[in-house]
Nanobody, 125 residues
Framework: QVQLVESGGGSAPAGGSLRLSCVASGYIVGSRCMGWFRQAPGKEREGVASREGGGKTRYVETVKGRFTISADSAKNTLYLQMDSLKPEDTATYYC???????????????????WGQGTRVTVSS
């Protein structure tokens, strides 16, 4: 049984930083596709970043150069380092995995089978 547990959310000022963590059980982090998604109130869930089994990473245009996705196999943990935060980054962030080596290019949420419970991020202006 796959379980994903996110942590690290909280409040930060605009321009600040936060690091999200996603600890996996029943799933080997770094060997298959995993991604970070977010959902703001009243909006659809959107892909933020993904990491394929081979390490290839992708980012949505709005976070490129500010967010970094990484994996620590020893800790079986996926991270999302978020720098230069903006108020529009405010959302609940979810970790997800799809069991495949490859990640969808367009961060299609339908391709992901396993989801965490989410962690809330609030960025103040």
């Amino acid at each position: 049984q796959v379980q994903l547990v996110e942590s690290g959310g909280g409040s930060a000022p605009a321009g600040g930083s936060l690091r999200l963590s996603c600890v996996a059980s029943g799933y080997i982090v770094g060997s298959r596709c995993m991604g970070w998604f977010r959902q703001a109130p009243g909006k659809e869930r959107e892909g933020v970043a993904s990491r394929e089994g081979g390490g290839k990473t992708r980012y949505v245009e709005t976070v490129k150069g500010r967010f970094t996705i990484s994996a620590d196999s020893a800790k079986n943990t996926l991270y999302l380092q978020m720098d230069s935060l903006k108020p529009e980054d405010t959302a609940t962030y979810y970790c997800a995995a799809n069991g495949y080596y490859w990640c969808p290019i367009d961060h299609d949420t339908r391709i992901y089978e396993y989801w965490g419970q989410g962690t809330r991020v609030t960025v103040s202006s």
